[in-house]
């Protein structure tokens, strides 16, 4: 891999290589700044060169895929720079931004249902059969696990201090390729390192199949992916986290350390303190910072949402 500062063929030799940093004592991959801002441009760009590699897909094709929104903007991304079409499906109801993003790279944006993604998968598939037309299928994919296991992965633990082994990976699930890919990663250096995924309160589809909407967009799509069933014997425990915890503690990363990301990311860091509460023997945590803040502006850091905090304060 390129570093950043040699000369690129194109935006998307940029992507990886990101910071590992240490808050409250966890592991941190700022994945939210990969070009088009989440840890979605690895998978994007793994599984459409795979795809042409194996001669899925032609110039001229059209990609559709069905996403929450920080696939789609990737794709969109990948799509721009190597002249495919793009068809990104999404729910109705997450953060406009998205939306916004995958059309300024050019892409089409075709909204099915509302805010979870279980229709616009089964309308992205059923055009995925189309001729011209190229799924990915994040959610179901073996590719998507394949570029955790063998990039995101070893690239964490090559950062991690001399000596150092992770003893547990914390992760919220979308398509569960991150907490399962870079997981089978951190089991062939320690065996027994500790699987946590995460899912929102309002929204425990992992722990009892419950579905409600919450505000930590990108996981908890409202259907158990079939990477998570496949792969589930691998995962210790799933916990929970509210969304509103998860927002605050979005809005202290950026205050406190700088870090503009999404809630995810906050949700990610609350999960990954509470395991080391309830194990303190798991020493070495390990999460992810998934998305960036600026696709989350007009819900939580619009001027009328920090008028509406002022009003609760007073
Ligand atoms: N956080 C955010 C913001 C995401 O967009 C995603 C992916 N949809 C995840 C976490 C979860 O990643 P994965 O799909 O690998 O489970």
Not at 24 to 53: D, H, Q, T, W
Not at 94 to 121: K, P
Not at 202 to 218: R, V
């Amino acid at each position: 891999m390129k570093s950043r500062g040699e000369l690129s063929g194109s935006i998307l030799d940029a992507i990886g290589d990101t910071p590992l940093v240490e808050i409250e004592g966890i592991f941190c991959k700022l994945e939210y700044l990969n070009p088009s801002g989440s840890v979605k441009a690895r998978i994007a760009k793994y599984m459409v060169e795979r795809a042409e590699r194996e001669g899925l897909i032609r110039p001229g094709d059209t990609i559709v895929e069905a996403t929450s929104g920080n696939t789609g903007n990737a794709l969109s991304m990948v799509a721009a720079v190597k002249g495919y079409r793009m068809l990104v499906v999404m729910p109705e109801g997450l953060s406009g931004e998205r939306v916004a993003i995958s059309r300024a790279f050019g892409a089409d944006v075709l909204h099915v249902g509302h805010f979870h993604v279980d229709e616009a998968l089964a309308k992205a598939k059923e055009l995925g059969r189309k001729e011209g037309y190229f799924c990915p299928s994040q959610f179901e994919s073996e590719w998507n696990v394949e570029e955790n296991r063998t990039w995101l992965g070893p690239e964490i633990l090559s950062q991690l201090p001399e000596g150092v082994v992770p003893d547990a990976l914390v992760m919220g699930v979308g398509t569960g390729g991150t907490l399962v890919g870079v997981g089978q990663a951190f089991r062939e250096v320690n065996p027994d390192v500790k699987l946590f995924a995460m899912e929102p309160s309002e929204s425990k589809t992992l722990l009892c199949g419950e579905i409600g909407e919450h505000l930590i967009e990108g996981i908890s799509d409202g259907f158990v992916p079939g990477i998570f069933e496949r792969h589930e014997s691998l995962v210790d425990t799933t916990l929970s986290v509210e969304s509103e915890e998860a927002v605050e503690a979005m809005r202290w990363l950026a205050k406190r350390h700088g870090l503009f990301v999404g809630p995810s990311s906050g949700a990610n860091l609350i999960a990954a303190g509470r395991v080391r509460e309830m194990y303190p023997d798991l020493e070495n945590v390990v999460t992810l910072f998934c998305d960036e803040g600026e696709k989350y502006i007009q819900d939580h850091f619009s001027e009328e949402v920090r008028a509406l905090e002022a009003e609760n304060f007073t």
